[in-house]
């Protein structure tokens, strides 16, 4: 059973940065893809950003495109996303997520697995 632990979450003002990470616990073709999603308090759970395993393929979602960047450590377990630009709309739970599945990365049902979620606050 692979787990997922995410860092990096907190309170910036906007037009900042913050920069997330993901460690999964075991090196498998379980976290082939590995991913973020995030929900705000009574909203959907919405997809940020998915990197396979080489690093070389990244999707994002359209409201982060050009602000966030996704990447994976050479061990491959790990995962980061670098928020830039940051604004009062992308405050939620970030949850860090994993998936064998390349096939529509962007939707939430596809993972395996998931970290516990880290919450990211941007003050206006």
């Known amino acids: 059973q692979v787990q997922l632990l995410e860092s990096g979450g907190g309170l910036v003002q906007a037009g900042g940065s913050l920069r997330l990470s993901c460690s999964a616990s075991?090196?498998?073709?379980?976290?082939?893809?590995m991913g973020w999603f995030r929900q705000a308090p009574g909203m959907e759970r919405e997809f940020v950003a998915a990197?396979?395993?080489?690093?070389?393929?990244?999707d994002y979602g359209d409201s982060v495109k050009g602000r966030f960047t996704i990447s994976r450590d050479n061990a491959k377990t790990t995962v980061y996303l670098q928020m830039n630009a940051l604004k009062p709309q992308d405050s939620a739970v970030y949850y860090c997520?994993?998936?064998?599945?390349?096939?529509?990365?962007?939707?939430?049902?596809?993972?395996?697995?998931w970290g516990q979620g880290t919450q990211v606050t941007v003050s206006s």
């Open positions: 997520a994993a998936t064998r599945n390349m096939l529509r990365v962007f939707a939430s049902e596809v993972y395996n697995y």
């Open positions: 075991e090196r498998t073709p379980d976290i082939y893809i």
């Open positions: 990197v396979n395993w080489s690093g070389g393929s990244a």
